[in-house]
């Protein structure tokens, strides 16, 4: 399914499919052709800030923000998404993320107790594993990260 560079920027989306409007389920993987990046169609279980590092549930309906050191995340909010509310989560690619400000280009990135922000891997303990690595040095606001 191809779809716009506004895809990215709306935290809801309906498409056409054969002239008719068809609203998503979620669990619904949709594919950038333009960037090759996919998105993850979820049910906020929580409210997810623009940017924040998502772990989920089985279901896909109860998506929040990273909370805790040691949780595994699946994506990034590029977009805001209300509490109860259908969005998309970036799942696979290059996207803006938070993180935390030592964080250093091409460094693993996990989980920490900071809502939806990610940071280095601890080389000492365990750490859950991570679909992150910074490409940049972190900035807390949002910072580029690939996630594979």
Do not use: E, H
């Amino acid at each position: 399914m191809a779809i716009s560079a506004a895809f990215k920027v709306t935290s809801q989306m309906v498409v056409k499919s054969r002239g008719r409007s068809k609203t998503l389920s979620v669990g619904t993987v949709a594919f950038d052709s333009a960037t090759g990046y996919r998105f993850l169609y979820v049910q906020a279980g929580a409210s997810i800030a623009q940017y924040d590092a998502c772990r989920i549930n089985a279901d896909l309906t109860d998506v929040r923000p990273t909370s805790a050191a040691n949780q595994v995340y699946i994506g990034v909010a590029q977009a805001a998404i209300s509490n109860g509310a259908k969005g998309w989560i970036q799942i696979d690619g290059k996207c803006t993320c938070k993180v935390v400000v030592a964080t250093a280009a091409g460094s693993p990135l996990v989980t920490n107790g900071t809502a939806g922000t990610l940071a280095l891997a601890d080389a000492t303990g365990f750490a859950a594993p991570g679909r992150g690595t910074a490409l940049v040095t972190g900035v807390a606001a949002g910072s580029a990260i690939w996630l594979s």
